[in-house]
Every structure is written in C-alpha cells, then in structure tokens.
C-alpha cells in the first residue's frame, strides 16, 4: 500500500524558515518512474504547486517562489524535505505532499492527508 | 508560465444532470492535463490523466475530453457523493499549474 505523512511545525513566525519532511511508504524514491512533488492551499482557495523531485534528483520549482524553495530527498530514508524560507502569514495553508507516477504521462496518483501550517507571531 | 482557466468557478445541479467543467490553457499542451476531486478537508483524489483516462477505482460516469488548448471534464450522471471541488492540472517538462477549481453544489 502507498502512503505518503506530511510532518513539520504547526506554527512558524513571520519570516523563519519552515522545513517539511514527506516520509513515504509502499515505493522507492530511487524508482525511475516516480517522483514527489509539494503542494498547498490556503484556507479556502485553490491548489498550488510548488516542488517537485524525481529518482535521478532532477528538481523544479514554482516561478513566483523558486528563491524561497529548496526540494531534496533521503532515498535510504523514503524522505522528501521541502524548506521555505522567510515565512509570511500568506503561507499559511495546508501542505500536502504527492507521489508523482510517471508512467503513460505524469500524475500526482496518491497523496498525503496534508499538514497544517499557521504563520503568526 | 501555463496558466490555467478554469469555468465556471460553482455549479449547482441536480442529481441526474450532466455537467461539465472547461479547462483552457494558455498554450498548447498536447493532452498533459490531469483533473482531480477535493472533497471538504480531504486531500485531492485524481480522477483523469492524460486527459481522458479514467484512474483505476473511478467510476465510468466521469470523463475527460480535449487536447491542446481546451479540456472537458464531464460527470454523466451527478450522484450525491459527487459534491467536491474539481481541479484541472497541466503539466510539462518543467512545472505544474492547477486551475482555479469549480465547486459542485446539489440543487
């Protein structure tokens, strides 16, 4: 069965730096026809994509937040890490992370339950 | 950036009717456009790949149409359970974009 547990702080202040921490289970991060990607959503509005890493560590990243974003995975611990910096109350939302299949086209397949985070000081 | 037009933004239907949601990129992207369910403080579910492939465990009522610019997403026959919100996603070598999301409310 594949699951993938979103994990990080609840709170963060205004202009720290937020690290989540995607640990999945029932595949490998080293698999050449999967890859992780990070997305979120504000209370309320629509999804936003963030992140994405595959097996050969190939990242990319959102235009408009590419600077505060950096992706990397730890294969021997199934982990995907997201870190943002300079957090502001507007990046408050829910963070979910999702497998990417890449197999007959590219699609986020299974997907975390999401983790909160709140910014305010 | 491909950004992508979602419409209509809401929808109010009965159960029964057909609907369908439109999804317009702002450039040519073959067929590289997945649609997924949210329901209220769910994670989302995909129902579509490549657009027109049904996701194993779907039901058949959904489906998915277009290529290039414009992109249909239909449900024949609106069941209760259907009430979520429904997103477009494109994708190519280097980003991902999602629509705005059409919210589906029963009559």
């Known amino acids: 069965q594949v699951t993938l547990k979103e994990s990080g702080p609840v709170l963060v202040k205004p202009t720290e730096t937020l690290t989540l921490t995607c640990t999945v289970s029932?595949?490998?991060?080293?698999?050449?026809?999967?890859?992780v990607s990070w997305i979120r959503q504000p209370p309320g509005k629509a999804l936003e994509w963030l992140a994405h890493i595959f097996s050969n560590d190939e990242k990319s990243y959102s235009t408009s937040l590419k600077s505060r974003l950096t992706i990397s995975k730890d294969t021997s611990k199934s982990q995907v890490v997201l870190t943002m910096t300079n957090m502001d109350p507007v990046d408050t939302a829910t963070y979910y992370c999702?497998?990417?299949?890449?197999?007959?086209?590219?699609?986020?397949?299974?997907w975390g339950k999401g983790t909160t985070v709140t910014v305010s000081s | 950036d491909i950004q992508m037009t979602q419409s209509p933004s809401s929808l109010s239907a009965s159960v029964g009717d057909r609907v369908t949601i439109t999804c317009q990129a702002s450039q040519d992207i073959s067929n590289y456009l997945n649609w997924y369910q949210q329901k209220p403080g769910k994670a989302p579910k995909l129902l579509i790949y490549d657009a027109s492939n049904l996701e194993t465990g779907v039901p058949s009522r959904f489906s998915g149409s277009g290529s290039g610019t414009d992109f249909t997403f239909t449900i024949s026959s609106l069941q209760p359970e259907d009430i979520a919100t429904y997103y477009c996603?494109?994708?190519?070598?280097?980003?991902?974009?999602f629509g705005q999301g059409t919210k589906l409310e029963i009559k």
């Open positions: 996603q494109q994708y190519d070598n280097l980003s991902v974009t």
């Open positions: 029932g595949f490998s991060l080293s698999n050449a026809r999967m890859g």
């Open positions: 999702a497998r990417m299949l890449l197999w007959f086209g590219e699609r986020m397949d299974v």
